[in-house]
């Protein structure tokens, strides 16, 4: 069984500019989460996706970020303007049902904005 | 508010020697708790989870236990290798119908040979 990947593994941007990470959950998951590491900090929750529906985007930073699954399968979530607090590692996870709790993490994405 | 304590945020140990590393949760509510393993440049691998009707789990080395009174889990690891070196993350799940977890800071583990 493959698990959750990501792309890009790094990405390097100026401020101002746009970046869309893609996340591909494991076959069959219909939860998936993304989650972002600011150097050195915990490993903070931005939002749940149930297939295509958004169940909760309490942890989104802000209206820079837009996080989108259409048809229930892969995510994108797009930063536009990027700006320096963005810098981070993206991690996205995936589980087969919430109630069994269990996430499996992506290999992230290391977001720098210059 | 949602919040998870994990400390500390190094540990260095000799080959052999045991680990300890501690967490406290804010919520009550919460009834499952999950340890990330995360080596240098990879993904978090879950390692050992426990749920709330639970006080205690073991998987070879690795043990975790869990107070719920007190609100404190902890994870154990007996007979350390350098294999063993990467940053550990406890988390808590926040319920409802999101299942979100919430992370401690991290504890970098570094096993001497």
């Known amino acids: 069984e493959a698990g959750v990947t990501q792309f890009p593994s790094h990405s390097v941007i100026e401020k101002g500019q746009t970046v869309t990470l893609r996340c591909d959950p494991i076959?069959?998951?219909?939860?998936l989460y993304w989650y972002r590491r600011v150097m050195g900090k915990e490993i903070k929750f931005l939002l749940h996706?149930?297939?295509?529906?958004?169940?909760?985007e309490s942890g989104m930073p802000n209206n820079r970020f837009l996080a989108e699954r259409t048809g229930g399968t892969y995510s994108t979530l797009k930063v536009q303007p990027a700006e320096l607090e963005d810098s981070g590692v993206y991690f996205c996870?995936?589980?087969?049902?919430?109630?069994?709790?269990?996430?499996?993490f992506g290999p992230g994405t290391r977001l720098t904005v210059l | 508010g949602e919040n998870v304590e994990q400390h500390p945020s190094t540990l260095s140990v000799q080959e052999g020697d045991s680990a300890v590393i501690k967490c406290t949760y804010s919520?009550?509510?919460?009834?499952?708790f999950p340890w990330y393993k995360q080596e240098l440049g990879k993904r978090p691998q879950l390692i050992i989870d426990?749920?709330?009707?639970?006080g205690e789990k073991k998987d070879q080395r690795i043990a975790v236990t869990l107070n719920k009174t007190a609100k404190h889990f902890s994870l154990h690891i007996t007979e350390t290798q350098p294999e063993d070196s990467a940053v550990y993350f406890c988390?808590?799940?926040?319920?409802?119908?999101?299942?979100?977890?919430?992370f401690g800071t991290g504890t970098l583990l570094a096993v001497q040979p």
């Open positions: 076959s069959g998951h219909d939860n």
């Open positions: 988390a808590a799940v926040y319920g409802g119908a999101t299942n979100k977890l919430i």
């Open positions: 996706f149930v297939k295509e529906s958004k169940q909760d």
């Open positions: 426990i749920r709330s009707n639970v």
């Open positions: 919520d009550s509510a919460s009834n499952y």
């Open positions: 996870a995936s589980s087969q049902d919430y109630r069994a709790n269990t996430q499996y």
